[in-house]
């Protein structure tokens, strides 16, 4: 898939932990690490936007395109 997840990136440089965004989003554990692992087949605006509020980020420093992508 050409979309990379740097959502682990992001938490790294906030100094959250994935317990900390799940209680601030209101996205289970588990939700949560599909999408930062990269095994997410979708994500919903609303998550997203309350992603980018906890970590006070925009979308494309969490999503990345990149051409021919391999995983």
Same mark, same amino acid.
């Given at each position: ?24 989003? +209101? ?10 692992? +990269?095994? $997410? ?12 509020? $906890? ?17």
């Amino acid at each position: 898939m050409a979309i990379i997840v740097n959502l682990d990136v992001m938490m790294a440089k906030r100094k959250i932990s994935l317990n900390e965004l799940s209680e601030k989003v +209101g996205v289970s554990l588990s939700n949560l690490s599909i999408l930062k692992t +990269g095994k $997410a087949r979708a994500v919903r605006f609303s998550t997203l936007e309350a992603i980018c509020k $906890a970590l006070d980020c925009q979308p494309a420093d969490i999503l990345e395109y990149v051409e021919n992508a391999k995983k």
